[in-house]
């Protein structure tokens, strides 16, 4: 499950955005289906040759909070620059924290 707010204007400021987004959230997730059958002989039995389905354990997806914080600033009628920041936190490996900047040119070229 993914669920996603955005706000633009925050503060009564114009320009200035938040979102917050967060996957993954939910249950155990498991494998299945007809991949999961194998063909094989058991040592222990006089069956010969049979199908034997392999049990596929649980898992955890890897879910994540973020949060991220722009602001932009037209100079001119032609050139805008754009800061951004996020703050990204993971529950199966190290939180992140992501800075950016872009400059537009008469929103046609961009670098950033």
């Known amino acids: 499950m993914i669920f996603g707010v955005q706000y633009r204007d925050l503060l009564a400021v114009p320009n200035l955005n938040l979102g917050?987004?967060?996957?993954?959230?939910?249950?155990?997730?498991?494998?299945?289906?007809?991949?999961?059958?194998?063909?094989?002989?058991?040592?222990?039995?006089?069956?010969?040759?049979?199908?034997?389905?392999v049990g596929a354990g649980?898992?955890?997806?890897?879910?994540?909070?973020?949060?991220?914080?722009?602001?932009?600033?037209?100079?001119?009628?032609?050139?805008?620059?754009?800061?951004?920041?996020?703050f990204v936190n993971n529950n199966f490996t190290y939180d992140e924290i992501r800075v950016g900047a872009e400059y537009s040119f008469r929103d046609l070229v961009m670098c950033g």
């Open 20 to 53: 917050i987004t967060v996957k993954n959230l939910g249950p155990s997730m498991q494998y299945g289906g007809s991949g999961l059958w194998i063909q094989a002989d058991d040592p222990t039995s006089s069956r010969g040759t049979t199908f034997y389905q």
């Open 58 to 86: 649980s898992f955890e997806l890897p879910s994540s909070v973020s949060l991220g914080l722009s602001y932009s600033r037209n100079f001119d009628e032609v050139n805008k620059v754009t800061v951004a920041t996020s």
